[in-house]
T-cell receptor, first 113, second 108 residues
Framework: GAGVSQSPSNKVTEKGKDVELRCDPI?????LYWYRQSLGQGLEFLIY????????KSGLPSDRFSAERTGGSVSTLTIQRTQQEDSAVYLC???????????FGSGTRLTVV | AQRVTQPEKLLSVFKGAPVELKCNYS??????LFWYVQYSRQRLQLLLR??SRESIKGFTADLNKGETSFHLKKPFAQEEDSAMYYC??????????FGTGTRLKVLA
Protein backbone atom coordinates (compact mmCIF):
# COMPACT_ATOMS: atom_id res chain seq x y z
CA GLY A 1 0.00 0.00 0.00
CA ALA A 2 0.89 3.65 -0.08
CA GLY A 3 1.64 3.84 3.59
CA VAL A 4 1.68 1.88 6.83
CA SER A 5 -1.86 1.05 7.86
CA GLN A 6 -2.92 0.27 11.39
CA SER A 7 -6.26 -0.92 12.66
CA PRO A 8 -8.26 -0.20 14.62
CA SER A 9 -7.42 3.46 15.08
CA ASN A 10 -9.08 3.42 18.49
CA LYS A 11 -9.87 0.55 20.81
CA VAL A 12 -11.57 0.67 24.18
CA THR A 13 -11.52 -2.58 26.06
CA GLU A 14 -12.36 -3.83 29.50
CA LYS A 15 -9.62 -4.85 31.87
CA GLY A 16 -8.87 -8.53 31.50
CA LYS A 17 -9.93 -8.83 27.87
CA ASP A 18 -7.57 -9.73 25.04
CA VAL A 19 -6.94 -7.32 22.15
CA GLU A 20 -5.35 -7.63 18.73
CA LEU A 21 -3.76 -4.72 16.93
CA ARG A 22 -2.99 -4.97 13.26
CA CYS A 23 -0.28 -3.43 11.12
CA ASP A 24 -0.03 -3.56 7.34
CA PRO A 25 3.40 -2.25 6.29
CA ILE A 26 4.48 -0.71 3.03
CA UNK A 27 4.75 -3.38 0.38
CA UNK A 28 8.33 -4.60 0.06
CA UNK A 29 9.45 -3.29 3.43
CA UNK A 30 11.18 -6.21 5.09
CA UNK A 31 11.62 -4.63 8.50
CA LEU A 32 8.68 -3.96 10.80
CA TYR A 33 8.67 -2.44 14.27
CA TRP A 34 6.21 -1.93 17.09
CA TYR A 35 6.56 0.93 19.56
CA ARG A 36 4.22 2.28 22.16
CA GLN A 37 3.75 5.73 23.57
CA SER A 38 2.26 6.13 26.98
CA LEU A 39 0.95 9.48 28.18
CA GLY A 40 3.82 11.93 28.64
CA GLN A 41 6.43 9.37 27.63
CA GLY A 42 8.64 8.98 24.63
CA LEU A 43 8.22 6.14 22.21
CA GLU A 44 9.19 2.81 23.72
CA PHE A 45 10.51 -0.02 21.53
CA LEU A 46 8.56 -3.27 21.72
CA ILE A 47 9.63 -5.65 18.96
CA TYR A 48 11.45 -5.82 15.61
CA UNK A 49 10.65 -8.13 12.72
CA UNK A 50 12.91 -8.94 9.79
CA UNK A 51 10.72 -10.82 7.40
CA UNK A 52 8.61 -13.17 9.48
CA UNK A 53 11.10 -13.65 12.27
CA UNK A 54 11.52 -11.47 15.33
CA UNK A 55 15.20 -11.27 16.23
CA UNK A 56 14.52 -8.69 18.93
CA LYS A 57 11.57 -9.00 21.28
CA SER A 58 13.39 -7.33 24.14
CA GLY A 59 10.91 -4.50 24.52
CA LEU A 60 7.81 -6.58 25.14
CA PRO A 61 6.92 -5.62 28.71
CA SER A 62 5.49 -8.96 29.85
CA ASP A 63 4.47 -12.37 28.61
CA ARG A 64 0.97 -11.00 28.08
CA PHE A 65 2.35 -9.32 24.98
CA SER A 66 3.07 -11.25 21.79
CA ALA A 67 3.39 -10.47 18.12
CA GLU A 68 3.60 -12.29 14.88
CA ARG A 69 4.13 -11.46 11.25
CA THR A 70 2.97 -13.56 8.34
CA GLY A 71 3.93 -13.59 4.67
CA GLY A 72 6.56 -10.97 5.35
CA SER A 73 3.72 -8.50 5.51
CA VAL A 74 0.93 -8.04 8.04
CA SER A 75 1.76 -8.09 11.72
CA THR A 76 -0.50 -8.55 14.71
CA LEU A 77 0.32 -7.42 18.23
CA THR A 78 -1.73 -9.29 20.83
CA ILE A 79 -2.17 -8.21 24.41
CA GLN A 80 -3.77 -10.79 26.68
CA ARG A 81 -5.60 -10.00 29.91
CA THR A 82 -5.24 -6.27 29.38
CA GLN A 83 -4.40 -4.03 32.31
CA GLN A 84 -4.96 -0.30 32.73
CA GLU A 85 -1.22 0.35 32.39
CA ASP A 86 -1.43 -1.05 28.85
CA SER A 87 -3.34 2.07 27.80
CA ALA A 88 -1.18 3.82 25.23
CA VAL A 89 -0.80 4.58 21.56
CA TYR A 90 0.70 1.60 19.77
CA LEU A 91 2.71 2.59 16.71
CA CYS A 92 3.86 0.37 13.91
CA UNK A 93 6.61 1.33 11.47
CA UNK A 94 8.34 -0.30 8.55
CA UNK A 95 11.47 0.24 6.52
CA UNK A 96 13.30 -1.31 3.59
CA UNK A 97 16.31 -3.44 4.39
CA UNK A 98 19.30 -1.27 5.26
CA UNK A 99 17.34 1.96 5.61
CA UNK A 100 17.38 3.34 9.11
CA UNK A 101 14.54 5.77 8.50
CA UNK A 102 11.15 4.48 9.51
CA UNK A 103 7.75 5.10 7.96
CA PHE A 104 5.19 5.14 10.74
CA GLY A 105 1.55 4.23 10.78
CA SER A 106 -1.00 6.48 12.40
CA GLY A 107 -1.21 4.28 15.48
CA THR A 108 -3.84 2.52 17.54
CA ARG A 109 -5.00 4.30 20.68
CA LEU A 110 -5.76 1.62 23.24
CA THR A 111 -7.77 2.49 26.32
CA VAL A 112 -8.27 -0.13 29.01
CA VAL A 113 -11.17 0.65 31.34
CA ALA B 1 23.37 4.22 29.60
CA GLN B 2 21.67 4.98 26.33
CA ARG B 3 19.46 8.00 26.65
CA VAL B 4 18.00 10.89 24.69
CA THR B 5 17.03 14.04 26.54
CA GLN B 6 14.82 16.80 25.22
CA PRO B 7 14.73 19.26 28.10
CA GLU B 8 11.85 21.40 26.84
CA LYS B 9 8.31 20.04 26.77
CA LEU B 10 7.02 23.20 25.15
CA LEU B 11 8.75 25.90 23.16
CA SER B 12 6.84 28.97 22.01
CA VAL B 13 8.34 31.42 19.54
CA PHE B 14 6.98 34.19 17.37
CA LYS B 15 6.76 33.84 13.62
CA GLY B 16 10.02 34.91 12.03
CA ALA B 17 12.07 34.29 15.16
CA PRO B 18 14.88 31.71 15.28
CA VAL B 19 14.12 28.29 16.68
CA GLU B 20 16.38 25.84 18.48
CA LEU B 21 15.00 22.57 19.77
CA LYS B 22 17.49 20.96 22.12
CA CYS B 23 18.51 17.32 22.10
CA ASN B 24 21.26 15.68 24.12
CA TYR B 25 22.20 12.03 24.01
CA SER B 26 24.18 9.49 25.94
CA UNK B 27 25.68 6.61 23.96
CA UNK B 28 28.97 4.77 24.16
CA UNK B 29 29.08 3.88 20.47
CA UNK B 30 29.19 6.01 17.34
CA UNK B 31 25.88 7.87 17.37
CA UNK B 32 23.44 8.09 14.52
CA LEU B 33 20.75 10.66 15.23
CA PHE B 34 17.45 11.64 13.69
CA TRP B 35 14.65 14.14 14.11
CA TYR B 36 11.05 13.05 13.65
CA VAL B 37 8.08 15.41 13.50
CA GLN B 38 4.36 14.97 14.09
CA TYR B 39 2.06 17.68 12.79
CA SER B 40 -1.46 17.98 14.17
CA ARG B 41 -3.61 15.01 13.18
CA GLN B 42 -0.80 13.51 11.09
CA ARG B 43 1.46 10.56 11.65
CA LEU B 44 5.01 10.71 12.90
CA GLN B 45 7.41 11.28 10.03
CA LEU B 46 11.13 11.50 9.51
CA LEU B 47 12.37 15.08 9.27
CA LEU B 48 16.10 14.66 8.92
CA ARG B 49 19.06 12.45 9.77
CA UNK B 50 22.49 13.70 10.71
CA UNK B 51 24.42 11.54 8.27
CA SER B 52 22.65 13.21 5.36
CA ARG B 53 23.71 16.69 6.49
CA GLU B 54 20.58 17.96 4.79
CA SER B 55 18.26 20.88 5.31
CA ILE B 56 14.57 20.00 5.30
CA LYS B 57 11.89 22.70 5.43
CA GLY B 58 14.63 25.10 6.47
CA PHE B 59 15.64 22.99 9.49
CA THR B 60 19.19 21.84 10.10
CA ALA B 61 20.81 19.82 12.86
CA ASP B 62 24.49 19.35 13.54
CA LEU B 63 25.89 16.50 15.57
CA ASN B 64 28.25 17.81 18.24
CA LYS B 65 30.03 14.82 19.71
CA GLY B 66 31.92 16.94 22.24
CA GLU B 67 28.68 18.26 23.72
CA THR B 68 26.74 15.09 22.87
CA SER B 69 24.07 17.23 21.27
CA PHE B 70 21.98 17.24 18.13
CA HIS B 71 19.97 20.45 18.34
CA LEU B 72 17.43 21.26 15.63
CA LYS B 73 17.57 24.79 14.30
CA LYS B 74 15.70 27.05 11.94
CA PRO B 75 16.55 30.71 11.41
CA PHE B 76 13.01 31.96 10.82
CA ALA B 77 10.07 30.04 12.26
CA GLN B 78 6.83 29.70 10.31
CA GLU B 79 3.37 28.98 11.70
CA GLU B 80 3.29 25.69 9.81
CA ASP B 81 6.31 24.54 11.84
CA SER B 82 4.06 24.12 14.87
CA ALA B 83 4.26 20.43 15.72
CA MET B 84 5.68 17.85 18.10
CA TYR B 85 9.37 17.15 17.49
CA TYR B 86 11.17 14.00 18.63
CA CYS B 87 14.89 13.43 18.68
CA UNK B 88 15.91 9.79 18.19
CA UNK B 89 19.13 7.85 18.64
CA UNK B 90 19.72 4.72 16.61
CA UNK B 91 21.08 1.94 18.80
CA UNK B 92 22.71 -0.77 16.73
CA UNK B 93 21.22 -1.07 13.26
CA UNK B 94 17.46 -0.83 13.76
CA UNK B 95 16.28 0.24 17.22
CA UNK B 96 15.59 3.81 18.22
CA UNK B 97 15.65 5.45 21.58
CA PHE B 98 13.35 8.45 21.41
CA GLY B 99 13.29 11.55 23.52
CA THR B 100 10.04 12.60 25.15
CA GLY B 101 9.47 15.26 22.54
CA THR B 102 9.18 19.04 22.40
CA ARG B 103 6.00 20.77 21.31
CA LEU B 104 6.83 23.79 19.18
CA LYS B 105 4.24 26.54 18.97
CA VAL B 106 4.87 29.31 16.50
CA LEU B 107 2.80 32.35 17.35
CA ALA B 108 1.52 34.78 14.76
Amino acid sequence: GAGVSQSPSNKVTEKGKDVELRCDPISGHTALYWYRQSLGQGLEFLIYFQGNSAPDKSGLPSDRFSAERTGGSVSTLTIQRTQQEDSAVYLCASSPTGDRGYTFGSGTRLTVV
Amino acid sequence: AQRVTQPEKLLSVFKGAPVELKCNYSYSGSPELFWYVQYSRQRLQLLLRHISRESIKGFTADLNKGETSFHLKKPFAQEEDSAMYYCALLVGTYKYIFGTGTRLKVLA
